[in-house]
């Protein structure tokens, strides 16, 4: 195990940190090692799922599509029997 220090923490955070604990009857150290632990192992218990991620985010503007942009036809691809003479 390491030890952390944190220096410049509000005291407005710290107080709320020390009602946290309180609360839930642990003490200042134990519930910032909680909060540590539940939010840096959120992500192994829910693995992301960008295609969810992006509808989740856009899901408020409604449905909508989006302009076909005009396209030119592909150019051929390089000849490289070309570069060899034999």
Same mark, same amino acid.
Request: hydrophobic share 40%.
């Given at each position: 195990?390491?030890?952390?220090?944190?220096?410049?923490?509000?005291?407005?955070?710290?107080?709320?940190?020390? $009602?946290? @604990?309180?609360?839930?009857?642990?003490? =200042?150290?134990?519930? #910032?090692? +909680?909060? !540590? /632990?539940?939010?840096?192992?959120?992500?192994?218990?829910?693995?992301?799922?960008?295609?969810?991620?992006?509808?989740? $985010?856009? @899901?408020?503007?409604?449905?909508?599509? =989006?302009?076909?942009? #005009?396209? +030119?036809? !592909? /150019?051929?691809?390089?000849?490289?029997?070309?570069?060899?003479?034999?």
């Amino acid at each position: 195990m390491i030890d952390i220090t944190i220096q410049n923490f509000y005291y407005d955070l710290k107080n709320r940190l020390q $009602r946290r @604990a309180e609360y839930y009857g642990r003490s =200042l150290e134990e519930e #910032a090692k +909680e909060i !540590l /632990r539940a939010v840096l192992t959120e992500n192994i218990l829910k693995p992301l799922n960008l295609a969810l991620a992006i509808e989740r $985010r856009f @899901a408020d503007f409604g449905d909508f599509e =989006l302009p076909t942009i #005009a396209r +030119e036809p !592909l /150019r051929e691809p390089p000849n490289f029997e070309d570069l060899h003479d034999n």
